[in-house]
């Protein structure tokens, strides 16, 4: 499935993805703080619902496949990491944003907007990155998880979440540049 869109902005210090999503503001809300939902699309752990709270991550990917879809071995060390970074805005379901690496690789903000017919305008921002590595790192990775809700929502299965990854991967290359 191809979810690119020409709102897709990558550059070396910042990635922003727009997407039309087939559920309210509400539930879009409930994929990105309710860890068994955001387990299934990004990465599980819990969330200290305020500004200045936690919100937990566990990298365990195998738990976004629905089908036989083993992790590249160069993941594979990741399996299991857990790791919290910092929320700071917590709105309702209106706007989440956090550090990214304490900080060190920028802030991602999700902001969900209304946009009828039971459907939210998510706009992903991630800034403060710190060049066209952490672009084409975290521009793949974005991409490809943003690809998984959509299918969550729609209620579909994400047969190969890997494979949806390194299509992502390599559009984020083109896009940033080798």
């Known amino acids: 499935m ?3 869109t020409a709102t897709d902005v990558f ?3 910042e990635l922003r993805f727009e997407r039309l999503l087939e559920a309210p503001p509400e539930t879009v809300w409930q994929y990105l ?3 068994e939902l955001r387990t299934r699309w990004f990465m599980g752990g819990e969330v200290e619902p305020q500004v200045g709270g936690k919100i937990h991550m566990i990298f365990d990917h195998d738990k976004i496949s629905d089908g036989d879809a083993p992790m590249p071995e160069r993941y594979q060390k990741n399996r299991g990491k857990a790791w919290f ?3 700071t805005a917590y709105d309702p379901p209106h706007r989440l944003a956090y550090s990214w690496d304490n900080g060190d ?3 991602v903000t999700f902001i969900l907007e209304p946009a009828g017919e039971g459907r939210t305008h998510l706009t992903l921002v991630h800034s403060g990155l710190r060049g066209a590595q952490d672009a084409r790192n975290f521009g793949g990775g974005w991409h490809s998880h943003l690809t998984a809700l959509e299918l969550r929502l729609k209620g ?3 047969e190969n979440f890997w494979a949806i990854h390194a299509a992502s991967e390599a559009k984020a290359a083109v896009a940033v540049g080798d």
Do not use: C, K, L, S
């Open 85 to 87: 970074e910092t929320i």
């Open 156 to 158: 579909e299965r994400v």
């Open 11 to 13: 550059t070396a210090h």
């Open 2 to 4: 191809d979810t690119a």
């Open 105 to 107: 690789a920028g802030e």
């Open 33 to 35: 703080t309710d860890p």
